[in-house]
């Protein structure tokens, strides 16, 4: 079965470059239409969608969110990225990497707040 794990920094100061990665486990992340999600919830708020990238590496991302995230992978590893430029206290939220295509399966999510 699919498992998919987040990991970076918990705390990003303002301005900086939060950068997330997403471990996957008991599949390719290069399997024929599976798409690989960065969604994330701030306290108090529902979820938002931030991109995709999709089995063949090709990208999508929130139109709100475009001029500031970007999405990659390490097919060696397994493993796809979610960087955020710019952040504010604004971004503060709990981070979720997600596959869809062939069911739905998270992660544990990870938080991460923006903070001085």
């Known amino acids: 079965q699919v498992q998919l794990q987040e ?3 918990g705390l ?3 301005s900086q470059t939060l950068s997330l ?4 486990s008991g599949g390719s992340i290069t ?5 690989w999600r ?6 108090g708020k529902g979820l938002e969608w931030m991109g995709v990238i999709r089995y063949d590496g090709s990208t999508f991302y929130s139109p709100s969110l475009k001029s500031r ?3 990659s992978r ?4 397994n493993q796809f990225s979610l960087q955020l430029s710019s952040v504010t206290p604004e971004d503060t939220a709990v981070y979720y990497c997600a596959r869809t295509g062939g069911g739905v399966y998270w992660g544990q999510g ?3 707040t923006v903070s001085s």
């Not at 990665?21 to 996957?24: D, I, M």
């Not at 399997?31 to 798409?35: F, K, P, W």
């Not at 390490?74 to 590893?77: E, G, L, N, Q, V």
Request: glycine share 4%; aromatic share 6%; hydrophobic share 20%.
């Open 110 to 112: 990870t938080q991460v």
């Open 31 to 35: 399997t024929s239409n599976y798409n």
């Open 7 to 9: 990991s970076g920094p």
């Open 21 to 24: 990665t997403c471990t996957v």
């Open 69 to 71: 995230t970007s999405i």
């Open 12 to 14: 990003v100061k303002p």
């Open 74 to 77: 390490d097919t060696s590893k």
């Open 38 to 43: 960065w969604i994330r919830q701030p306290p």
